[in-house]
């Protein structure tokens, strides 16, 4: 059976580029795009891993991830952070929340399979 990853990004090209990436490598790509109700489509998934932005709409990606990391059914679940801004307090923050894994935008095609195979155990 295939695995689920849930994209939480508000950009439609980078949905669209990962969508395509994730699901040519036999994943079922679920998409959400708004931060306010991000934990509740999370809740309705069964989910292996979550891409999150962090600058999302209605929500920050860290306030997300903070509610995952608090939640038992979530606490564990990998999660790849992604952000355009890269800063070294954006990647601390991301890490002292729990993040598997923190990656700036632009990032490659590779750079994200490499990630995600290794978030995923594959």
Do not use: C, Y
Not at 72 to 85: E, G, H, S
Not at 88 to 112: C, V
Request: glycine share 6%; no cysteine; aromatic share 4%.
């Amino acid at each position: 059976m295939a695995k689920t990853v849930l994209i939480i990004e508000d950009e439609p090209h980078i949905i669209e580029a990962i969508s395509f990436l994730l699901s040519r490598e036999g994943w079922n790509v679920v998409t959400h795009s708004d931060g306010g109700s991000a934990i509740e489509r999370m809740a309705a998934l069964d989910i292996d891993l979550v891409i999150l932005d962090v600058m999302l709409p209605n929500k920050s990606g860290f306030d997300i991830l903070k509610e995952m990391r608090a939640s038992v059914r979530f606490a564990k679940k990998p999660v790849l952070m992604l952000t355009a801004k890269g800063q070294k307090r954006d990647r601390q923050a991301a890490e002292e929340l729990g993040a598997s894994h923190f990656m700036s935008k632009p990032f490659s095609n590779q750079e994200i399979l490499e990630a995600v195979e290794k978030l995923s155990g594959s």
